[in-house]
């Protein structure tokens, strides 16, 4: 017989798993940037193959990560990890991106959902070619 505070607590982990798409905590991949520029394989990382998936990138020379976001149907999403409020790093959910400091929200596109933030995210301009996806941090979506 299983005690009830393990059932609760087994209930909670497998509901949060489910609310945050299994990217609770995403690995930073410190990725070149020359000129400004990021390129990636596709094929390099799957959590980009299903709409959903979250990717956390810190280009070199960069100070912070940028989140890129699989948006279904082959697009993809650039967009700043700093929260437009006060800077706090955001964390990934399923389909938004959540300020832990003040309880902003964003929505995948950088649009604001929930305030204290009144701007949206910085989105970066992204395409795919050749089976690479490439992000120009120089120029904005």
Do not use: N
Not at 12 to 35: I, K, M, N
Not at 111 to 132: F, I
């Amino acid at each position: 017989m299983i005690a009830r505070r393990e059932f609760v607590t087994r209930c909670s982990a497998a509901a949060a798993a489910l609310a945050f798409g299994g990217c609770g905590s995403l690995v930073v991949h410190t990725v070149p940037a020359p000129q400004g520029r990021v390129s990636l394989a596709l094929a390099d990382f799957p959590e980009l193959a299903r709409e959903g998936g979250v990717l956390s990138l810190l280009p070199e020379a960069e100070s912070d990560p940028i989140f890129v976001l699989a948006l279904g149907a082959g697009a993809f999403a650039a967009l700043s990890s700093q929260c437009t409020h006060r800077g706090c790093t955001l964390d990934a959910e399923a389909t938004r991106l959540v300020c832990p400091c003040h309880g902003s929200a964003f929505g995948r596109d950088g649009a604001v959902l929930r305030g204290p933030a009144q701007h949206p995210l910085p989105r970066y301009h992204a395409a795919v070619a050749d089976g690479r996806l490439l992000i120009d941090l120089r120029r904005s979506a």
